[in-house]
């Protein structure tokens, strides 16, 4: 079946430590993203790629860094220049064929700080 | 910027009974994708349904429907028949049809479903 797989499922951070989170996806998507939730909030645009070996910042890219370096995989990693990282983080991607494609997201991964 | 404004943060209804979610935002474009997406206790997000501005027909789903209202910038969703397998967190999202395909997102309503 194809889909999105985050892992891991949970995942804690020492102080002043970095840590990243995996997103692949097997759906040949172009297009993939990242999106961090916060209680009572909506998600907010980390970073996004649209295609391999490019990414632009989101809404909130301070203290978060991407690569995309194949077209199925677009890591996260949480710097520790991000301050409050605790949030629930979720992938998604689309096909990139037109705005109207909807995007596929992922099981997330739930971030806490140790 | 656009903004997206979900004014219920919770509701519930009546197994078998209709609701409808509220859905405004605030956009200065005329070219735009609206959608309604659905979070579980998984939390994993699901698309319930998707509506293209530039057609003044509702979308439909089964049993789920949209309210578009291009005028007053407004996108309800409408669940029939409540089951218990609806409930979840329900967010809206807009997408503009150039640019970026950035989604932004309301802040979600929590729909209970009574049995």
């Known amino acids: 079946d194809g889909g999105i797989t985050q892992s891991p499922k949970y995942l804690f951070r020492k102080e002043g430590q970095n840590v990243t989170l995996s997103c692949e996806q097997n759906l040949n998507h172009d297009a993939m993203y990242w999106y961090r939730q916060d209680p009572g909030q909506g998600l907010r645009l980390i970073y996004y790629?649209?295609?391999?070996?490019?990414?632009q910042k989101g809404d909130i890219a301070e203290g978060y860094s991407v690569s995309r370096e194949k077209k199925e995989s677009f890591p996260l990693t949480v710097t520790s220049a991000q301050k409050n990282p605790t949030a629930f983080y979720l992938c998604?991607?689309?096909?990139?064929?037109?705005?109207?494609?909807?995007?596929?997201f992922g099981d997330g991964t739930r971030l806490s700080i140790l | 910027a656009q903004t997206v404004t979900q004014s219920q943060p919770e509701m519930s209804v009546q197994e078998a009974e209709t609701v409808t979610l509220s859905c405004t935002y605030d956009t200065s474009e005329s070219d735009y994708y609206l959608f309604w997406y659905k979070q579980p206790p998984s939390r994993q997000m699901i698309l319930v349904i998707r509506?293209?501005?530039?057609?003044?027909q509702n979308a439909t789903e089964n049993r789920f429907s949209v309210n578009f209202q291009k005028a007053a910038k407004s996108f309800s969703l409408k669940i029939s028949d409540s089951q218990l397998g609806d409930a979840a967190m329900y967010f809206c999202a807009y997408r503009s049809a150039s640019g970026n395909e950035k989604l932004t997102f309301g802040t979600g309503t929590r729909l209970t479903i009574i049995p």
């Open positions: 998604a991607s689309s096909s990139g064929q037109g705005a109207g494609q909807p995007q596929h």
């Open positions: 509506q293209e501005a530039y057609k003044q």
């Open positions: 790629s649209q295609i391999v070996n490019d990414f």
